[in-house]
Structure formats: structure tokens, C-alpha cells
T-cell receptor
Framework: NAGVMQNPRHLVRRRGQEARLRCSPM?????VYWYRQLPEEGLKFMVY????????ESGMPKERFSAEFPKEGPSILRIQQVVRGDSAAYFC???????????FGEGSRLTVL | KQEVTQIPAALSVPEGENLVLNCSFT??????LQWFRQDPGKGLTSLLL?????REQTSGRLNASLDKSSGRSTLYIAASQPGDSATYLC???????????FGTGTRLQVFP
């Protein structure tokens, strides 16, 4: 019973490039959450998705950031035209139901040069 | 608005001590509260989930309590070990959402 799988674990991009982060939830979990952890800061909510639907994206910047959770395949967090301030650890979590216990992946650490 | 505060920010103790980590939250209308552990460069490991109807939860040497009326939760670690060294985070949901608000954590070091 694999946990939440995130890849890549580390990603380096130059300013202006695109970053794609993938998350496969735990088996049987249809609720996916993305959080961002900036250096020396706490985790901040970005977006909450259920299969094919965005439920809450109130924590996601309006521009350059998008997320999806297709019917088949992993959830994707996409950052277009990355800037240095996007450098952070991006964590995905999944839950079997709304309001349930969250299980986190190991994170994807994005470095923007 | 939900704000979560954790004290102390850092704690260093000798092995074998019993510890109490504190978490306070401003909006008591929560349906649960969750405690996590984060090792350096790693993800979060769920330790305990307390439902709003519960007052405490136990897992091994860990015990978490929840007092909604006072907006507080405590994580009690019995007989601490060097392997307990990590950052401990508590998180409470924003009212009527699935959005977890995290505290900034307590960084624990247990030395032999």
C-alpha cells in the first residue's frame, strides 16, 4: 500500500521556464491537496481537488499557477514562467474523504535559478 | 480566520524526558485537529488526528489532547528518544473548509 507519491523530488528551472509537479494519491483516495512551504516558513494551502474538479483554489496565485486532477493519472501542479520567488517545497496530500486525515508525500523541491 | 500558534518554537532535552508541545488556534469551530512530524528535507508524517468530539488520542508514546473551548491542543511525548528529534506541526481547518492552517512548528532535539 504505497503512500502519496510525488515526482520529481527535486527540480531545477531557469527563470521563465515551466515546472510540472506530479502527485499520485494513496490508493482509494480521491481528495488531493497541494501545499507550499517556503524556506523558513510554514506550510500554506494552495489548492484542493477531487477527481476532475477543483474544489478550492483560494490559496493559489491567480497567474502562472494551475492544477488538475484528471480522471486517469496523477494530479499535476503546473507553474508557468517560473520566477525565483517560486523556489519552495511543494507538498501533495491525499485523503479518502472530505475532512479526513491527510497523508502527505515527500514533496517536490523546486529551485529557480 | 484561523490562526495556529505553536510554542515553544524550539526545544532541546536529554533522552528519557517527558515532553509537552503546545498548539493554540483562534477559531474553535473546528471538526478535527491533526499533529504531524517533519524530518529535515522530508515530507510530513501524520501522527494523530483528533476529532472535535474527542478529547484525546493516543498512539504509542504519543498522546494528543484537544480543548476546543480554550482553543488549545497539546502533544505529550513520553520517554523521549533521539529518534523523536524532528519538527512537530499541528494543523487546524479553516471554518467550513477542508483547508488546513498550519502552525510554524516546534523543532525538537533529543540528545543521548
Amino acid at each position: 500500500n504505497a503512500g502519496v507519491m510525488q515526482n520529481p523530488r527535486h527540480l531545477v528551472r531557469r527563470r521563465g521556464q515551466e515546472a510540472r509537479l506530479r502527485c499520485s494519491p494513496m490508493k482509494g483516495h480521491s481528495h488531493v491537496y497541494w501545499y507550499r512551504q517556503l524556506p523558513e516558513e510554514g506550510l500554506k494551502f494552495m489548492v484542493y481537488l477531487q477527481k476532475e474538479n477543483i474544489i478550492d483554489e483560494s490559496g493559489m496565485p491567480k497567474e502562472r499557477f494551475s492544477a488538475e486532477f484528471p480522471k486517469e493519472g496523477p494530479s499535476i501542479l503546473r507553474i508557468q514562467q517560473v520566477v525565483r520567488g517560486d523556489s519552495a517545497a511543494y507538498f501533495c496530500a491525499s485523503s479518502p474523504n472530505s475532512g479526513g486525515e491527510l497523508f502527505f508525500g515527500e514533496g517536490s523541491r523546486l529551485t529557480v535559478l | 480566520k484561523q490562526e495556529v500558534t505553536q510554542i515553544p518554537a524550539a526545544l532541546s532535552v536529554p533522552e528519557g524526558e517527558n515532553l509537552v508541545l503546545n498548539c493554540s488556534f483562534t477559531d474553535s469551530a473546528i471538526y478535527n485537529l491533526q499533529w504531524f512530524r517533519q524530518d529535515p528535507g522530508k515530507g510530513l508524517t501524520s501522527l494523530l488526528l483528533i476529532q472535535s468530539s474527542q478529547r484525546e488520542q493516543t498512539s504509542g508514546r504519543l498522546n494528543a489532547s484537544l480543548d476546543k473551548s480554550s482553543g488549545r491542543s497539546t502533544l505529550y511525548i513520553a520517554a523521549s528518544q533521539p529518534g523523536d528529534s524532528a519538527t512537530y506541526l499541528c494543523a487546524a481547518p479553516l471554518y467550513n473548509t477542508d483547508k488546513l492552517i498550519f502552525g510554524t512548528g516546534t523543532r525538537l532535539q533529543v540528545f543521548p
